[in-house]
């Protein structure tokens, strides 16, 4: 009988063991050439045993279809940090500059080798001019904090960490790169063959053989949720960063930096935290591994086993996955501790690594109706990305309601990930494959398609923030609406008091459901843009309106308010409108030349800064919480604005608030405001003296927490 036709479960993972011990221990020349024809003899049987196996699991995991754009073409940062690898940089810088894949920076770092490394890495810069070279005068202490130092330097919407004492196909960047034009996918990483002694010792393949779940001969896309649950929470998949290509974030994780084995494990954990993750066996980085390396120095430490620990803590805090991951993980460290590690007292590994005992962050999905300019679609890329900063797994889903607005993707951090709901099988699909514990939505529309989906999953709580919507909807949907959501919904949030009025019309009930929380956003920096620019003179008085280009906004509003304004003589006024929209179209190249229509822009405090007020002119029913005035004074600017919503208890003497008159803007009132404002500057002044106070009280960090609480944990 054949080998592999021999083998049971047991024997295959006795087999994979000692192929991973041959990864970690340096085995001596002689050795070696004992071990190699055993491990020849054990690869046909571990790939035909592991392939038959994932065949028939892989049916079992959820995959993930990416999305994919002929016209993708992102920027790459490659990151090499080299020290005292001189021997090896000419293969390496070789294989990075003949990347098949053309539009990519490099950023060499060398943390004060003593070989003549910087020798090389300056012959590279000379003959490259897509080449930066950042140069320690001291030892950084540790490979994390270099490739922290090149991640903050990288300008890239993705970067590739190519250590340099490894190597790669050509095509690497190419086969990885077109993933990422789907907006979930976090990380990408392809096979990789082990190489000592110019020699190929093993391949991914192999290394893989006791994770069974997918098929490592294929190209494949996974939800990190699945990913972790099916293997990558009992062991560190990814055998090597230089065969990994991940989506720019801000830095590195501290929970890196103290680490000596483990760190690449646990910043692979928290970048797919709510994302996907990309496998391509069409592409080999090339893995070299030294003798007496600290990685396998530290595999006989007991610091193995504790830094173990704390990626199982990582793992039960992040991700929902089953106890058997948790004991799995655990039985590989018990094998690790009687084998390579040579322990005989089993106390002793229990008291090196006990079995994860904390409370899980709910993975939160939230949802907007579409990218695209408006309290209700903003807000919650604002709160997702606070949410993230603080760790929690969250992931946007686009519903693709309305047309998408150029720029408004560019208010979500890239480390968000971003799911459209047409590229998917469905909203459910979504719920399961990235295992959401909490639906957030922030519109009627969006409200109740989740609602169909939250009533029959019941382990799913369904948040709503109300936007002011409900109050504005035609009365026979909202019944219809109402009757939905009171299935499913466990918390409204409401921001102004006029959200409840269509609740308490309907005898809604439930009390006990609603919670108040007004809107938040981050702070950011700012560059006024120049009036120059705008053509605005510097002399003038400006007022600035941020809005959808909506009639109910007040555009024309504020136009006529401006023109009487300067009728009545007194300091030049002038009118910044920005947005697009209906409006927009109607009025442009039609106004007098004191109105500046500068169309969408994502940088609204930029031009805000660049007036003197904000301008909020509104008309909407619907208005609740205006994000317009927090920008405003994030921006350093008072408010003028109608009375609607929560404005009066927003602006609180950082501005004026002036009464509709039958639903409609007082021109001649709001006329007369502008033109006290620019013309007494004392008036001015009080109002502008409360901005930086007021500000403090619109900080998404106290939002997040509010919402936080609501959203529970296990």
């Given at each position: 009988?054949?080998?592999?036709?021999?083998?049971?479960?047991?024997?295959?993972?006795?087999?994979?063991?000692?192929?991973?011990?041959?990864?970690?221990?340096?085995?001596?020349?002689?050795?070696?050439?004992?071990?190699?024809?055993?491990?020849?003899?054990?690869?046909?049987?571990?790939?035909?045993?592991?392939?038959?196996?994932?065949?028939?699991?892989?049916?079992?995991?959820?995959?993930?279809?990416?999305?994919?754009?002929?016209?993708?073409?992102?920027?790459?940062?490659?990151?090499?940090?080299?020290?005292?690898?001189?021997?090896?940089?000419?293969?390496?810088?070789?294989?990075?500059?003949?990347?098949?894949?053309?539009?990519?920076?490099?950023?060499?770092?060398?943390?004060?080798?003593t070989d003549n490394s910087v020798e090389i890495l300056r012959e590279y810069q000379r003959l490259h001019s897509n080449t930066r070279l950042l140069l320690n005068d001291t030892n950084s202490g540790g490979v994390f904090n270099q490739?922290?130092?090149?991640?903050?330097?990288?300008?890239?919407?993705?970067?590739?960490?190519?250590?340099?004492?490894?190597?790669?196909?050509?095509?690497?960047?190419?086969?990885?790169?077109?993933?990422?034009?789907?907006?979930?996918?976090?990380?990408?990483?392809?096979?990789?063959?082990?190489?000592q002694d110019g020699q190929k010792i093993f391949t991914t393949e192999e290394y893989l053989a006791d994770v069974p779940a997918f098929d490592w001969t294929r190209p494949f896309a996974a939800t990190g949720a699945e990913f972790v649950?099916?293997?990558?929470?009992?062991?560190?998949?990814?055998?090597?960063?230089?065969?990994?290509?991940?989506?720019?974030?801000?830095?590195?994780?501290?929970?890196c930096l103290d680490m000596k084995l483990c760190g690449d494990w646990a910043f692979y954990l928290d970048a797919l935290k709510g994302g996907c993750v990309y496998y391509s066996p069409a592409a080999t980085n090339f893995y070299r591994?030294?003798?007496?390396?600290?990685?396998?120095?530290?595999?006989?430490?007991?610091?193995?086993?504790?830094?173990?620990?704390?990626?199982?803590?990582?793992?039960?805090?992040?991700?929902?996955?089953?106890?058997?991951?948790?004991?799995?993980?655990?039985?590989?460290?018990?094998?690790?501790?009687?084998?390579?590690?040579?322990?005989?007292?089993?106390?002793?590994?229990?008291?090196?690594?006990?079995?994860?005992?904390?409370?899980?962050?709910?993975?939160?999905?939230?949802?907007?109706?579409?990218?695209?300019?408006?309290?209700?679609?903003?807000?919650?890329?604002?709160?997702?990305?606070?949410?993230?900063?603080?760790?929690?797994?969250?992931?946007?889903?686009?519903?693709?309601?309305?047309?998408?607005?150029?720029?408004?993707?560019?208010?979500?951090?890239?480390?968000?990930?971003?799911?459209?709901?047409?590229?998917?099988?469905?909203?459910?699909?979504?719920?399961?494959?990235?295992?959401?514990?909490?639906?957030?939505?922030?519109?009627?529309?969006?409200?109740?398609?989740?609602?169909?989906?939250?009533?029959?999953?019941?382990?799913?709580?369904?948040?709503?923030?109300?936007?002011?919507?409900?109050?504005?909807?035609?009365?026979?949907?909202?019944?219809?609406?109402?009757?939905?959501?009171?299935?499913?919904?466990?918390?409204?949030?409401?921001?102004?008091?006029?959200?409840?009025?269509?609740?308490?019309?309907?005898?809604?009930?439930?009390?006990?459901?609603?919670?108040?929380?007004?809107?938040?956003?981050?702070?950011?920096?700012?560059?006024?843009?120049?009036?120059?620019?705008?053509?605005?003179?510097?002399?003038?008085?400006?007022?600035?309106?941020?809005?959808?280009?909506?009639?109910?906004?007040?555009?024309?509003?504020?136009?006529?308010?401006?023109?009487?304004?300067?009728?009545?003589?007194?300091?030049?006024?002038?009118?910044?409108?920005?947005?697009?929209?209906?409006?927009?179209?109607?009025?442009?190249?039609?106004?007098?030349?004191?109105?500046?229509?500068?169309?969408?822009?994502?940088?609204?405090?930029?031009?805000?800064?660049?007036?003197?007020?904000?301008?909020?002119?509104?008309?909407?029913?619907?208005?609740?919480?205006?994000?317009?005035?927090?920008?405003?004074?994030?921006?350093?600017?008072?408010?003028?604005?109608?009375?609607?919503?929560?404005?009066?208890?927003?602006?609180?003497?950082?501005?004026?608030?002036?009464?509709?008159?039958?639903?409609?803007?007082?021109?001649?009132?709001?006329?007369?405001?502008?033109?006290?404002?620019?013309?007494?500057?004392?008036?001015?002044?009080?109002?502008?003296?409360?901005?930086?106070?007021?500000?403090?009280?619109?900080?998404?960090?106290?939002?997040?927490?509010?919402?936080?609480?609501?959203?529970?944990?296990?």
């Amino acid at each position: 009988m054949k080998l592999y036709q021999a083998l049971t479960g047991s024997t295959v993972r006795n087999l994979v063991r000692r192929v991973d011990d041959f990864c970690a221990v340096n085995l001596p020349g002689v050795h070696r050439k004992i071990f190699l024809p055993a491990k020849a003899a054990a690869k046909s049987a571990l790939l035909r045993y592991s392939m038959a196996r994932g065949k028939k699991s892989a049916r079992a995991v959820k995959l993930w279809k990416v999305v994919r754009r002929e016209d993708y073409s992102p920027l790459v940062s490659v990151v090499v940090p080299n020290f005292n690898h001189a021997p090896f940089l000419r293969q390496r810088l070789d294989t990075v500059y003949n990347q098949t894949y053309k539009n990519f920076e490099v950023i060499l770092l060398d943390d004060a080798s003593t070989d003549n490394s910087v020798e090389i890495l300056r012959e590279y810069q000379r003959l490259h001019s897509n080449t930066r070279l950042l140069l320690n005068d001291t030892n950084s202490g540790g490979v994390f904090n270099q490739w922290r130092k090149g991640i903050e330097a990288a300008r890239g919407d993705l970067i590739w960490i190519a250590e340099s004492d490894d190597f790669s196909a050509e095509n690497f960047l190419a086969e990885l790169v077109p993933a990422f034009a789907d907006d979930a996918v976090q990380l990408a990483f392809s096979r990789s063959d082990f190489i000592q002694d110019g020699q190929k010792i093993f391949t991914t393949e192999e290394y893989l053989a006791d994770v069974p779940a997918f098929d490592w001969t294929r190209p494949f896309a996974a939800t990190g949720a699945e990913f972790v649950a099916n293997g990558f929470g009992v062991k560190n998949i990814i055998p090597n960063v230089s065969g990994v290509l991940f989506r720019k974030r801000a830095t590195l994780p501290d929970l890196c930096l103290d680490m000596k084995l483990c760190g690449d494990w646990a910043f692979y954990l928290d970048a797919l935290k709510g994302g996907c993750v990309y496998y391509s066996p069409a592409a080999t980085n090339f893995y070299r591994v030294h003798k007496n390396s600290t990685s396998l120095r530290v595999q006989k430490e007991p610091r193995y086993f504790t830094e173990h620990e704390r990626i199982a803590e990582f793992v039960a805090e992040n991700y929902k996955v089953p106890a058997d991951v948790h004991e799995a993980h655990r039985q590989k460290l018990e094998e690790h501790f009687r084998g390579y590690y040579g322990g005989k007292d089993i106390r002793e590994l229990e008291r090196l690594f006990r079995m994860p005992n904390v409370k899980r962050k709910p993975n939160v999905l939230m949802c907007v109706f579409a990218m695209t300019i408006g309290g209700g679609e903003t807000f919650p890329l604002i709160l997702a990305n606070e949410l993230r900063r603080r760790g929690y797994a969250v992931t946007v889903l686009d519903f693709q309601m309305a047309d998408e607005l150029a720029g408004v993707r560019d208010k979500l951090n890239p480390s968000v990930p971003l799911v459209r709901l047409n590229d998917t099988g469905g909203l459910a699909e979504v719920v399961e494959q990235f295992k959401i514990d909490v639906i957030h939505t922030h519109h009627g529309a969006v409200d109740e398609a989740a609602s169909y989906v939250a009533e029959n999953v019941p382990t799913l709580r369904h948040v709503v923030t109300l936007h002011g919507m409900y109050e504005a909807t035609e009365e026979r949907y909202l019944a219809n609406l109402l009757l939905r959501v009171k299935k499913s919904v466990d918390a409204f949030v409401y921001i102004a008091d006029k959200n409840l009025t269509p609740f308490k019309a309907a005898d809604f009930g439930r009390e006990e459901i609603f919670h108040k929380i007004g809107n938040g956003l981050a702070r950011s920096p700012i560059t006024p843009v120049l009036r120059a620019d705008l053509k605005i003179p510097d002399e003038a008085f400006a007022a600035c309106v941020v809005s959808r280009a909506l009639p109910q906004k007040g555009w024309q509003a504020a136009i006529d308010a401006v023109t009487l304004a300067n009728a009545n003589g007194g300091r030049r006024i002038d009118l910044i409108l920005v947005g697009a929209g209906e409006m927009y179209d109607k009025l442009f190249g039609r106004v007098p030349e004191f109105v500046h229509m500068t169309g969408f822009k994502g940088n609204v405090r930029d031009y805000l800064a660049a007036a003197d007020v904000g301008l909020l002119p509104s008309e909407y029913a619907g208005e609740s919480f205006p994000l317009l005035i927090i920008d405003s004074f994030f921006a350093g600017r008072p408010v003028v604005s109608s009375n609607l919503g929560e404005v009066a208890a927003m602006v609180e003497g950082a501005g004026v608030v002036f009464d509709l008159v039958d639903g409609k803007v007082p021109i001649e009132t709001l006329a007369k405001i502008l033109r006290t404002l620019a013309d007494n500057p004392d008036a001015y002044k009080k109002i502008r003296s409360r901005v930086a106070e007021q500000a403090e009280k619109f900080s998404i960090e106290r939002v997040a927490e509010q919402y936080i609480k609501l959203y529970g944990s296990e």
